[in-house]
């Protein structure tokens, strides 16, 4: 009798105590989980809003105020970013060298509301791309011109950083969890068979 109640006190406390830490865990991890995807996309945005400012229409040719491949964005091998842009029917006017033969998917977002989309490079590499498409500024030479052709432009970024610290996050989670397991079922099991000393003592 002692022993099927001692049993079902432990089991009650301990499978209670490992619903709240379960709800805890995925909480904790989902909501960092957002932040760091809304940094890292909040980054992207900035670079693509920076290059789109710098585009500009001269007569028919499309030209960038400065050399792109300078920003150090582009540079960083440890960090590989890379941007495509597109006339409307397609067609591509610039790429970043490093993407050689790939191309960037064409995500039809817009400046309010840019288009994200995680993609898998040819190496196995996880990245993150934004797009949208807007309006490049006219020239001095264009000013009187007709309304310029929307361009579309994307930006893709490696995530592997990012990926690797949500990596270490579970594997935190998920050692901490096991602590406090083998904690609370101790502690229940300490706390139960003390709880029941007085009725083992009414009992005999």
Same mark, same amino acid.
């Given at each position: 009798?002692?022993?099927?109640?001692?049993?079902?006190?432990?089991?009650?406390?301990?499978?209670?105590?490992?619903?709240?830490?379960?709800?805890?865990?995925?909480?904790?991890?989902?909501?960092?989980?957002?932040?760091?995807?809304?940094?890292?996309?909040?980054?992207?945005?900035?670079?693509?809003?920076?290059? $789109?400012? /710098?585009?500009? #229409? =001269?007569?028919?040719? @499309?030209? &960038?105020?400065?050399?792109?491949?300078?920003? +150090?964005? *582009?540079?960083?091998?440890?960090?590989?970013?890379?941007?495509?842009?597109?006339?409307?029917?397609?067609?591509?006017? $610039?790429? /970043?060298?490093? #993407? =050689?033969?790939?191309? @960037?998917? &064409?995500?039809?977002?817009?400046?309010?509301? +840019?288009? *994200?989309?995680?993609?898998?490079?040819?190496?196995?590499?996880?990245?993150?791309?934004?797009?949208?498409?807007?309006?490049?500024?006219?020239?001095?030479?264009?000013?009187?011109?007709?309304?310029?052709?929307?361009?579309?432009?994307?930006?893709?970024?490696?995530?592997?950083?990012?990926?690797?610290?949500?990596?270490?996050?579970?594997?935190?989670?998920?050692?901490?969890?096991?602590?406090?397991?083998?904690?609370?079922?101790?502690?229940?099991?300490?706390?139960?068979?003390?709880?029941?000393?007085?009725?083992?003592?009414?009992?005999?």
């Amino acid at each position: 009798m002692k022993s099927s109640l001692q049993t079902r006190l432990v089991v009650g406390g301990v499978g209670t105590i490992l619903l709240l830490l379960a709800v805890f865990s995925v909480g904790i991890y989902t909501v960092i989980r957002s932040a760091l995807l809304r940094q890292f996309d909040a980054s992207l945005v900035s670079i693509a809003q920076i290059l $789109a400012a /710098s585009v500009e #229409l =001269d007569g028919d040719e @499309i030209e &960038l105020e400065f050399e792109v491949q300078q920003m +150090p964005e *582009f540079q960083d091998r440890k960090r590989l970013t890379y941007y495509q842009l597109w006339r409307l029917d397609g067609t591509v006017i $610039a790429k /970043s060298h490093l #993407l =050689d033969e790939r191309d @960037i998917p &064409l995500l039809l977002g817009s400046i309010e509301e +840019p288009d *994200f989309k995680t993609i898998k490079s040819s190496d196995g590499r996880i990245e993150r791309a934004v797009g949208f498409s807007f309006t490049p500024r006219l020239s001095d030479s264009n000013r009187n011109t007709a309304e310029p052709q929307p361009l579309t432009l994307a930006v893709a970024r490696d995530s592997t950083a990012i990926l690797s610290q949500l990596r270490f996050l579970r594997w935190v989670l998920f050692c901490a969890s096991v602590v406090v397991t083998l904690l609370s079922v101790l502690v229940t099991v300490l706390t139960v068979r003390q709880g029941l000393r007085p009725l083992a003592t009414i009992a005999g």
